[in-house]
């Protein structure tokens, strides 16, 4: 070589990857770069940007600094960040431990979010420690601004409180769940709360709102059901002094009193509290890579409530009625491969409640989702004080129900939606209505929580207000009411969005987001960023793949289930990360063959 030659090849800048977000998110795609380098990547070094104001690995949902009364959503043992042989994908299995495994505690412990912030810390740890020699990881704990450069050249990151920009030879963005700029309606409610001396917490993280305008004793009107209360009734109660002295709630005085509707008036169905036994169904059945490759093959496009939902109603059913039979078949009239072939040819919903109630005696035994989806629709009550004797009945049911083996077709449900969700994914954003429904039925709180709820509802410190929920803001205070007791108004001077924000492309609070958007990147109807399924590179709007440009996560079409896999169900995210590392790699080979070239 000569000196000029070699002068040029020292002169030549490393290949970079630049993640912007540091989370779990970013933390598995350094996971499976680690993990397909060997085969892909045999470049002359690489440098990885993690881009992220928080520590890696925990990021900011899992950080440290957060109340010990914030719990995980999934038992320890349903937790893990390592890919099994479950995961299609093209990518070597790396295996490692689950939550409960890594911090050698009970398996069915609800932990809290601190210790998973720890485990993931542990995570990013092991999976920097595996990347090859010559790759190396390089933490900024800045926010990325902006993305710009040409869509054939070098990416440059521009990054807070820094003069020059990142180069970035591919870039990630690994964001997690975003803030978002309010909605016309919470800017009304915010206005109206202002200028009358009224609380207005718009939707938000929990942990990081401030409650302490919300005054003790006060009536304060919380809309939404979800999650994002449990982590309000902890903060405002426990976190308040308050304490449970078995199923009792001993108050501490400072506690505000919490009216919560929503728009199916009831929290979200409680954690199954047993462990499986026996066959699992064979799924998917109904809703596979068959049906999506045809869905996305229609020219026309395809409709969810048309077209998806029906399969999906079949497949969850499916769950349902193969454990019923397997399971408990005293409870049914027929024998399996009778029903199960009628089931299969019976696309009809009407023919199939007609099998259904042939082969399934008890009414009780039948999968009714539209029932369960709005358990208070059409129920009336004269008044408040009724109304909250009928929710405390509704949630002890559901806790029973949902601890007691005999009701085990709700876990082969559970895990029908696991198997929906997998296929999903490939379809790209489904809109929000598919999330919720999720949600609700699979991602509910911890039983102890529930319970928790009852006792804070017999003390008076949480009173329901119903489904349908309704927010007004007249003669200076916010007024509440419900279809479940007609008639009836609940006044306060606060009100609290128990939700989070939209994860929308264009009312992003980050401003990377915003001006990706401006240059020119596709999002959905719904406000998210439209990808590639097949790899995560970020599309214009001609449907174009960006070829330096990946996002990966909930801000995008292909984003998955809310919660961490569970150990052994082929983790949709996995096989997103898996993906996109191997796409970037594969990328990041051939720029640097051509360089040395």
């Known amino acids: 070589m000569s000196s000029d030659t070699l002068a040029q090849a020292l002169a030549a800048p490393r290949p970079s990857l630049v993640i912007v977000g540091a989370g779990p998110r970013g933390t598995g795609l350094i996971e499976r770069v680690a993990a397909n380098a060997p085969e892909l990547y045999a470049g002359s070094g690489l440098d990885i940007h993690l881009v992220d104001p928080h520590p890696p690995g925990a990021g900011r949902i899992w950080r ?7 719990w995980m959503n999934s038992h320890a043992e349903d937790v893990t960040m390592f890919t099994d042989e479950t995961v299609d994908m093209a990518g070597p299995v790396r295996e490692g431990p689950t939550l409960h495994e890594w911090a050698g505690i009970d398996g069915r412990t609800f932990s809290d979010r601190r210790l998973q912030g720890a485990y993931l810390r542990w995570v990013h740890e092991r999976a920097v420690a595996a990347l090859p020699p010559g790759v190396t990881v390089h933490h900024h704990p800045r926010r990325a601004l902006r993305v710009g450069g040409p869509r054939e050249g070098r990416q440059q990151v521009w990054l807070e409180g820094r003069p020059r920009p990142l180069l970035a030879d591919l870039v990630v963005l690994a964001l997690g769940h975003l803030d978002a700029e309010p ?82 008036g009831v929290p979200y169905h409680s954690k199954i509290g047993y462990d499986w036994s026996g066959e699992r169904p064979p799924l998917p059945r109904f809703f596979g890579p068959a049906q999506v490759d045809s869905l996305l093959a229609r020219p026309g496009g395809f409709d969810f409530r048309r077209d998806v939902w029906p399969l999906i109603e079949k497949e969850l059913g499916f769950a349902h009625y193969h454990r019923l039979f397997s399971a408990h078949p005293e409870r049914t009239a027929v024998a399996w491969t009778a029903f199960e072939e009628k089931y299969a040819a019976c696309d009809d919903p009407a023919e199939r409640a007609a099998l259904v109630a042939s082969a399934v005696p008890d009414p009780a035994d039948r999968l009714d989702l539209a029932a369960l989806d709005r358990p208070l629709e059409g129920l009336r009550y004269g008044s408040y ?41 490939r379809l790209g ?152 590392a191997r796409a970037a790699l594969l990328f990041l080979r051939a720029l640097s063959s051509r360089a040395a070239a």
Do not use: C, I
């Not at 800017?187 to 207005?200: K, S």
């Not at 005054?215 to 982590?231: E, M, N, S, T, Y």
């Not at 108050?251 to 509707?261: A, D, F």
């Open 429 to 580: 954003d489904v809109g929000p209505w598919w999330h919720g429904f999720f949600s609700y039925l699979a991602s509910g709180p911890p039983g102890p929580r529930l319970r928790q709820m009852l006792a804070l509802s017999r003390a008076g410190v949480l009173k329901f207000l119903g489904a349908d929920m309704t927010v007004t803001a007249q003669d200076g205070v916010f007024r509440a009411s419900s279809a479940t007791v007609p008639g009836s108004v609940v006044e306060a001077r606060a009100l609290v969005e128990a939700r989070l924000p939209q994860p929308t492309v264009e009312r992003s609070r980050d401003p990377l987001l915003r001006e990706l958007y401006a240059d020119g990147a596709a999002v959905t109807p719904d406000g998210l960023l439209s990808v590639d399924p097949a790899d995560g590179r970020v599309l214009d709007r001609a449907g174009r793949p960006h070829p330096r440009r990946f996002a990966l996560g909930p801000h995008t079409d292909a984003r998955g289930s809310g919660a961490f896999t569970r150990p052994r169900t082929g983790g949709p995210a996995f096989r997103q990360n898996d993906a996109t």
């Open 385 to 425: 004080e009724d109304l909250q004797e009928g929710l405390r009945r509704y949630v002890m049911a559901d806790l029973t129900r949902r601890h007691d083996p005999a009701h085990s077709p709700d876990f082969a449900v559970f895990l029908g939606l696991l198997s929906v969700y997998g296929q999903l994914v």
């Open 64 to 70: 440290a600094a957060q109340s010990p009364l914030l």
């Open 183 to 264: 909605d016309d309606e919470q800017r009304e409610l915010t206005a109206y709360a202002r200028d009358h001396g009224l609380v207005h917490l718009p939707p938000d993280f929990t942990a990081d709102s401030d409650l302490s305008p919300l005054a003790p004793g006060a009536p304060v009107l919380v809309r939404g059901f979800g999650l994002a209360f449990v982590d309000l009734m902890a903060l405002l109660t426990e976190g308040r002094g308050g304490r449970y002295v078995g199923d009792t709630y001993v108050p501490s005085g400072r506690e505000p009193v919490l009216y919560v509707g929503s728009r199916r």
